[in-house]
């Protein structure tokens, strides 16, 4: 069985930072895809960054703002110059090969992130 495992979060002032890790564990074959998501009260899941083979992806709304890394199996987000409109729920996500099973999408539990003053 894999899990993705998130730490981090809370509650920070506008302008601060916050960093959120992601482990993924169990039995695992290969890793795809490492990224993070958000949603926010009434709005939808929206995609914040993504990291594959190195390649990575942002959101326009936080581009220059957020760094995705990986390191194995872990992936991490560091948010800097944080904003009221931050303020979400953050999941990791992972597209992951289990040893001996298909490729799953898998999702953490989510973390609290709050922006404000």
């Known amino acids: 069985q894999v899990q993705l495992v998130e730490s981090g979060g809370g509650l920070v002032q506008p302008g601060g930072s916050l960093g959120l890790s992601c482990a993924a564990s169990?039995?695992?074959?290969?890793?795809?895809?490492m990224g993070w998501y958000r949603q926010a009260p009434g709005k939808q899941r929206e995609l914040v960054a993504k990291?594959?083979?190195?390649t990575t992806n942002y959101a326009d709304s936080v581009k220059g703002r957020f760094t995705i890394s990986r390191d194995n199996a872990n992936v991490y987000l560091q948010m800097n110059s944080l904003k009221p409109e931050d303020t979400a729920v953050y999941y990791c996500?992972?597209?992951?090969?289990?040893?001996?099973?298909?490729?799953?999408?898998?999702w953490g539990q989510g973390t609290q992130v709050t922006v404000s003053s």
């Open positions: 990291i594959t083979s190195g």
């Open positions: 996500n992972a597209l992951i090969k289990p040893s001996g099973r298909m490729i799953t999408n898998y």
């Open positions: 169990g039995t695992i074959f290969s890793i795809y895809v």
